[in-house]
């Protein structure tokens, strides 16, 4: 069993946006001592995350722009990152979009559009820095899926949002059992809804409470709770967890 290097890198896509899932947990993985490598289509806030990271928490971190869905522009923008940073160690894999569109007004550019970003992105940047992963001989992988996925929809996005997600939970498991002999962990986090500007701009209030409704607990999720929950499964020693969906939905999916 191999442990952890000292000086090591966390991957972390789509943690551009200001409110998002990505920023808050590269923030706390930087707390947790990782160094970070960003990626994100919006390449100048990925850098100027870079360097608010690194002046903040004072670990290594830089950012490149990136499409996920261009499986060849990853790879060209892993080796970037990979040249300046420790080793990679974990992968957080957040970068998404949403898509609300009724399913009988569906057309197939969306469809594909949602499936390239959502699904293929994750497998695109998995591919590439599995292969770092399996030389240095030991890989923490979360993917951000959503209950989306196990509901079938239920809050903004609709079919091909969960179809999206509900391949990247399958994605999880095939790689937890092809990855786990190089060392590698492999699991899903499905959040619930979370205060975000994913579902069509910021929450208002009503909105909250309608959302909270269908929730066991009396708040919508924060981007903390995520991040929270990223930083226990990128740890050392959750190293006997793989190819589980943690919910992180405040009760809405209970399995
Ligand atoms: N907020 C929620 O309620 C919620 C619930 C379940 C799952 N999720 C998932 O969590 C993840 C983060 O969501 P968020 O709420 O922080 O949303 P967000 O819109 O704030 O963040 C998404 C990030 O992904 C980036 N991105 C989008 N397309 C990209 C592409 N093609 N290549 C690279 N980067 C790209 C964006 O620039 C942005 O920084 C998403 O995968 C989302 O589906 C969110």
Not at 97 to 107: C, G, Q
Not at 174 to 196: M, S, Y
């Amino acid at each position: 069993m191999h442990t952890f290097p000292a000086e090591r890198t966390a991957v972390v896509t789509g943690a551009a946006s200001p409110r998002g899932i990505g920023r808050a947990t590269a923030h706390r993985l930087a707390g947790a001592g990782w160094s970070i490598g960003l990626l994100d289509v919006d390449g100048d806030a990925c850098a100027e995350l870079a360097e608010e990271i690194s002046r903040g928490s004072g670990v290594a971190a830089a950012g490149v722009g990136v499409d996920v869905s261009d499986a060849a522009a990853v790879r060209a923008a892993v080796d970037r990152l990979e040249a300046g940073l420790p080793p990679v160690v974990g992968l957080v894999n957040v970068a998404g979009v949403s898509s609300p569109t009724p399913y009988l007004e569906l057309e197939d550019d969306e469809w594909h559009r949602v499936l390239r970003i959502n699904l293929d992105g994750v497998h695109h940047v998995t591919s590439r820095v599995a292969q770092s992963m399996v030389r240095g001989g030991v890989g923490r992988v979360v993917s951000i899926s959503s209950v989306s996925a196990q509901r079938g929809g239920g809050t903004f996005s609709k079919t091909p949002y969960s179809v999206s997600k509900a391949g990247v939970i399958g994605l999880t498991r095939a790689l937890a059992r092809e990855l786990g002999p190089h060392g590698i962990t492999v699991n899903a986090i499905a959040p619930g809804p979370i205060d975000t500007d994913i579902m069509g701009g910021r929450l208002s209030e009503e909105r909250k409470v309608e959302l909270v409704a269908d929730l066991l607990v009396d708040r919508v999720g924060t981007t903390e709770d995520i991040a929270g929950a990223v930083s226990f499964l990128l740890a050392e020693e959750s190293g006997f967890i793989t190819g589980h969906t943690l919910n992180v939905d405040g009760g809405l999916y209970m399995h």
